[in-house]
């Protein structure tokens, strides 16, 4: 890489660099411990060296609440992930750690929707609800470890339904009311929820979806749930007989809110993230694991501050959710938006920013694209508030890193983040103190200790690699649901390279300590940050009798989902089959689901064990020497290859 190439697009002005919370954190350290860190790369490799050290101090920089405190910070698993334990004998309570930022010269929340115009609830508002949920819940007989499910869209009802159920030491689990009915089962079947929170419908893109027929499907078909309870959302009048009303639960008296301290390791929520075969793998993060992490990214590596106002475009049904909700932890006030980024227009976020006076404004890349494409009907604004802008989802390319600042504001810190539903968090992402240059990322985070390995676990700088973390965190999965000797778990992760996580990204770490991250290296689809499993994709592309076979690869720098179908004897490929394949997908798993492009071929490439060799199509398609990308020895069919090396070559014409 080239000095003279590498112009910064932003810098941090004198007064971030001496303001900045992890210059606060520095200086604390120097005061407290006696430790002196000159940049942030000392610190960086301070806080992946002496790990034990480095928690134990974010535990009491950010004066955790707990009823318990801990014996011991880091009790290490036997492989030295997997059955890791933190913080022994402390207990907590996450929501807890929220309402001790409650006050009243601010709101806890802003929210905004398609149909309804911005709106603050109160600190006392929310506490009043979430006392009044938390009642209900024990009422009912909810206790500590049982689960609780929502399908609910990005509104106050589902941070309230989470805190209610944290509050009581259940676990939460949620999905966006637009997944299908079998990709909600799919998920809530394996953590068997006793109660499921829903609404009656939500509004998207200015059209109208009823979830009433839904609803009763899904509860008919997970034999735990005891009690459905609806929101009337889309309809203020809605029928909810045969359900439990979510009003009737919020005019109900409560008692004051309480809170139940449990284990630093006890389950805060399951989220799902699909594997390349079977059911999506429910992962279950710890309480205070992502407490601490949390606070940790948004603090230091976001700066976000008491008083501000964080947003970030999210689905509940994308760990992006749970990330922004946090931002309550830091005593900032949480902006949500339920509804199209892109309706009536591309402008309604960036309006939302200027209206709600928004400090740290979020999204995945896919947003920032549609914005880019979008042109002269993308109307500019002062947004004098704006002071961050983050992105997540999928690499943020180079020319949309300048656009950004030609466009959005030329001030503004980009933030651009990657990590996963694995982590609920982020491993590489922003450092306020470090200037921004086009298509890198600032810096890994602190506590994780990314690297990039070559095939043969050797580490790299200034060349792409396995993205890989060698040393344990508090937010990895305490384990997967269901998860006999945590097989799933170290299939997932570790058998790639012995005792390492490996992370299924291309990753290379720059000279500078800056990070560019090139797309999965699995055959995972990632798209807008969430994770897709091609099984859902094959169960359905194959229920058709027109197919035969098929594969699916997403491509990142494109931001595309390909479909290549082989089609049985005597069928062919059809408009109206493309149609119907669409509409299945959509209609069982999500909209996400849904591929950009269908494109018939011959044959599909198999290993001779049988599986679909979607990683060394993905490749070829990317750019990479067919002879590098796959080992035809290894192949069941080689002569399948060829197809995929012709698409190739036809790009390259």
Same mark, same amino acid.
């Not at 429910?282 to 976000?304: M, N, T, Y």
């Not at 914005?371 to 704006?386: F, N, P």
């Given at each position: ?50 790990? =034990? ?5 974010? *535990? ?17 698993? #036997? ?47 929310? =506490? ?70 829903? /609404? ?25 749930? #005891? ?76 700066? /976000? ?97 300048? *656009? ?61 690699? =396995?993205? /890989? ?36 990204? *291309? ?104 599986? #679909? ?41």
């Amino acid at each position: 890489m080239n000095k003279t190439s590498r112009t910064p697009l932003w810098k941090p002005d004198p007064a971030l660099l001496e303001n900045a919370n992890i210059k606060k954190y520095m200086d604390w350290l120097f005061v407290k411990k006696g430790l002196y860190f000159n940049t942030y790369d000392d610190l960086w490799h301070w806080s992946v060296t002496d790990i =034990e050290s480095f928690w134990e101090s974010l *535990w009491v920089y950010f004066s955790v609440k707990k009823k318990d405190a801990h014996t011991q910070v880091l009790n290490r698993g #036997k492989d030295g992930f997997i059955g890791t334990r933190w913080f022994e004998r402390a207990t907590l309570s996450y929501a807890e750690n929220v309402f001790k930022n409650k006050n009243k010269k601010r709101p806890a929340i802003w929210f905004k929707s398609e149909g309804q115009k911005l709106t603050p609830i109160s600190w006392e508002s929310l =506490e009043k609800q979430v006392a009044a949920v938390a009642s209900w819940l024990k009422s009912v007989g909810i206790r500590p470890g049982d689960r609780v499910a929502g399908v609910l869209p990005n509104t106050p009802h589902a941070i309230v339904a989470f805190l209610a159920t944290n509050s009581v030491g259940a676990v939460w689990s949620c999905c966006s009311p637009d997944f299908g009915n079998m990709a909600v089962v799919d998920r809530f079947y394996q953590i068997s929820p006793k109660v499921i929170f829903a /609404v009656d419908g939500y509004s998207y893109n200015g059209r109208k979806f009823n979830k009433l027929e839904d609803i009763t499907l899904i509860q008919g078909a997970i034999p735990s749930v #005891k009690h459905m309870v609806v929101i009337p959302y889309l309809d203020q009048d809605c029928d909810v007989s045969g359900f439990i009303s979510w009003n009737d639960i919020l005019m109900a008296s409560a008692p004051v809110l309480e809170f139940e301290a449990m284990p630093f390791s006890h389950p805060i929520w399951v989220l799902y993230s699909s594997g390349t075969t079977g059911k999506p793998k429910a992962i279950v993060h710890s309480a205070g694991g992502c407490l601490l992490e949390h606070l940790k990214a948004l603090v230091f590596h976001q700066d /976000v501050r008491p008083g501000e106002n964080f947003f970030w475009y999210s689905t509940t049904g994308w760990m992006m959710w749970n990330y922004a909700l946090s931002a309550l932890l830091t005593g900032a006030t949480l902006t949500l938006y339920d509804g199209s980024p892109g309706f009536p227009d591309i402008n309604v976020l960036w309006d939302l920013a200027s209206v709600a006076k928004i400090n740290h404004f979020g999204a995945g890349a896919s947003f920032f694209n549609a914005c880019m494409k979008a042109g002269d009907q993308l109307v500019h604004r002062e947004l004098k508030t704006l002071r961050s802008i983050g992105s997540t989802g999928s690499p943020l390319t180079s020319e949309m890193f300048k *656009w950004v600042y030609d466009h959005i504001k030329e001030d503004a810190w980009l933030v651009s983040l990657s990590g996963g539903t694995d982590v609920c968090s982020a491993f590489v992402g922003g450092c306020p103190l470090s200037p921004v240059y086009a298509g890198e990322i600032q810096c890994r985070m602190l506590g994780a200790k990314v690297e990039s390995y070559d095939e043969n676990g050797n580490p790299l700088i200034g060349e792409p690699g =396995e993205m /890989v973390i060698s040393q344990p965190m508090p937010s990895m999965p305490v384990g997967f649901w269901n998860d006999t000797d945590d097989k799933r778990y170290r299939e997932s992760y570790f058998t790639r390279f012995e005792n390492v996580w490996t992370h299924g990204d *291309w990753i290379e770490i720059t000279p500078y300590g800056t990070v560019i991250i090139y797309g999965r290296s699995d055959a995972t689809l990632n798209r807008q940050g969430v994770r897709i499993g091609p099984s859902e994709i094959y169960n359905v592309a194959e229920s058709f009798e027109e197919v035969k076979d098929s594969l699916v690869i997403y491509l990142e720098d494109q931001d595309k989902i390909y479909l290549f179908l082989v089609m049985n004897e005597g069928m062919s490929f059809t408009d109206d089959l493309a149609g119907r394949i669409k509409a299945r997908l959509r209609a069982d798993y999500s909209p996400r689901h849904v591929p950009d492009e269908m494109v018939v071929a011959p044959d599909i490439p198999y290993t001779k064990s049988g599986k #679909k060799m979607e990683t060394p199509v993905k490749k070829i398609l990317m750019g990479m020497n067919p002879g590098s990308a796959v080992s035809k020895e290894a192949m069941a069919n080689p002569g399948s290859v060829s197809f995929f090396e012709s698409l190739l070559a036809d790009k390259g014409k």
